[in-house]
């Protein structure tokens, strides 16, 4: 073990309370970016992390990023971005961390049992609210570390630098072109060795693993417009062409009941299965049941984990999220709707290239729209696209959180790919030119994005002993391998 992390532990376990604190101060601020009515929110859930690093002595700044592109009324939250200790110690190495302060929308209307933004901790340590396991845990867990240290009077082991947004849960918003700028000599990140992600679940929820790679997501909106307003259905129901009626039809038309993409030329973009890369699934601590847990339900397309696995990581998937316009208050309002506006995203893979994915939606998109021979109109365009990523997990990077996880979990990690996207993770691996790790914190069963989001006290508490574990090793690890 590295030297110190014994201390460094019991420190941890010693200051559980005040880190669960943190955590219920975070999520008591609902920062949502996809409301811009929650902009305000965002702000001031930035300018909280922000505050906390400076008590503890970071040097942080809240970069601004610009206006909203598409609606440039509205400013995007900032980049708060610092590092610690305040003073770059030379001789040692600089990591970069990377986590997102905004949320997924949340009201308890959705049907959560408790208030999504007050932290609410069960008798099983169960913490239930927004933002609790994405990625407000981990966010925090990482100031969580820096106060540790101090309070057990152990040297810092790296120089760390931290880019923490306000809009991933959005498309990750004018951040591509900040990082790529404070990459450069002389700039703010220019120094990092590596970067490190705790944006991520656990495959299931007692072994920990490190991620070495994403999906990427491209996602659309069609649009379908008719009569100049809403109208009666019982006046006006049987002698107009409903956009409704049309953009059901569009986005029926989309994927089939087993997920299969109905879009011509997409499975022709994904590159092929090896014989060797589909053995690697067999040995996967995963099992049938640790997915039926996490989804609540049997309703898998596959009966088995390997299909399953290569379903979530390895092969394109296309999701219908929602209508913007239409009725979806409990009751029978008898409207139809003027315009409608349907969302869906296709979570990409390798070798999609995100241009061509675009140029294969629009084409089908319109031609099913031709043939309906409808008299309303369609508009179908892409909100926003991030790429798939996929690195080496033979790098001391990973080396040094694997020992990270042994010396927490007394288990050694599986290495596994991800389903969900993090479009900064390839900014940030093109930019530094270095390895990029993910090392996730929560587990498969913490509902992100859905209701009831939680994140085990166990899971927060190990989790900030994994990330301070995971410096020390890396402080350690040769730069071969
Ligand atoms: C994995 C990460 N915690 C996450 O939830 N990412 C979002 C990011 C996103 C939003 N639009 C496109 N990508 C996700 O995978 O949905
Ligand atoms: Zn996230
Ligand atoms: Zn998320």
């Not at 979990?409 to 691996?429: A, H, N, Q």
């Amino acid at each position: 073990m590295a030297p110190q992390l014994d201390t460094y532990y019991k420190t941890v376990d010693s200051l559980a309370e005040d880190f669960i604190e943190r955590l219920r101060k975070a999520v008591a601020i609902p920062s949502i970016s996809a409301e811009e009515a929650r902009r305000q929110d965002v702000v001031k859930m930035g300018l909280f992390l922000k505050g906390e690093l400076e008590a503890l002595g970071a040097h942080m700044e809240a970069r601004p990023l610009g206006k909203q592109p598409g609606k440039e009324h509205l400013e995007l939250p900032p980049a708060v971005i610092g590092r610690y200790p305040a003073k770059k110690d030379e001789s040692k190495r600089t990591i970069l961390v990377y986590g997102h302060y905004d949320v997924q929308p949340a009201d308890l209307s959705d049907g959560w049992a408790t208030d999504p933004f007050t932290l609410t901790v069960d008798d099983k340590g169960r913490m239930y609210g927004r933002g609790s396991t994405d990625d407000k845990g981990p966010v925090l867990g990482w100031v969580n570390v820096i106060q540790s240290h101090q309070k057990a009077g152990i040297e810092f082991p790296v120089n760390l630098l931290m880019c923490f947004e306000g809009m991933e849960e959005y498309g990750s918003e004018g951040l591509d072109d900040f990082i790529e700028a404070e990459c450069k000599p002389g700039k703010f990140f220019a120094d990092a060795d590596a970067v490190c992600i705790s944006d991520n679940y656990w495959l299931g929820t007692e072994k920990p693993c490190l991620t070495y790679g994403l999906r990427g997501c491209s996602y659309y909106s069609i649009e379908i417009s008719g009569p100049g307003q809403d109208l009666h259905s019982g006046v006006f129901g049987g002698t107009a062409q409903e956009p409704m009626t049309d953009l059901v039809r569009v986005m029926g038309s989309l994927v089939d009941t087993d997920g299969n993409i109905q879009i011509p030329g997409i499975k022709e973009l994904v590159a092929p299965l090896t014989k060797e890369e589909e053995s690697l699934y067999k040995d996967i601590a995963f099992t049938m049941d640790n997915l039926y847990e996490s989804l609540g339900s049997q309703t898998s397309i596959f009966p088995d984990k390997e299909r399953t696995l290569m379903g979530r990581w390895r092969f394109p998937s296309l999701s219908l999220h929602g209508v913007e316009g239409a009725f979806s208050q409990p009751g029978a309002k008898t409207v139809i709707p003027a315009k409608v506006i349907g969302k869906f995203s296709i979570r990409t893979v390798p070798d999609m290239q995100p241009d061509d994915v675009d140029a294969l939606v629009f084409k089908y998109v319109k031609q099913v729209f031709a043939d309906l021979k409808s008299k309303n109109k369609l508009n179908v365009h892409l909100q926003h696209s991030g790429k798939w990523w996929v690195a080496s997990p033979k790098h001391w990077n990973f080396t040094a959180a694997a020992k990270a996880v042994e010396s927490v979990f007394k288990v050694k990690p599986d290495l596994t790919r991800e389903g969900g996207s993090i479009p900064v993770t390839l900014t940030f691996e093109q930019a530094t030119g270095k390895n990029v790790l993910l090392l996730p914190m929560g587990s498969s069963t913490d509902a992100a994005h859905s209701i009831n989001e939680k994140l085990d006290r166990r899971n927060y508490i190990e989790g900030i002993k994994l990330l301070g574990a995971y410096l020390h090793y890396v402080a350690e690890e040769p730069t071969e391998g």
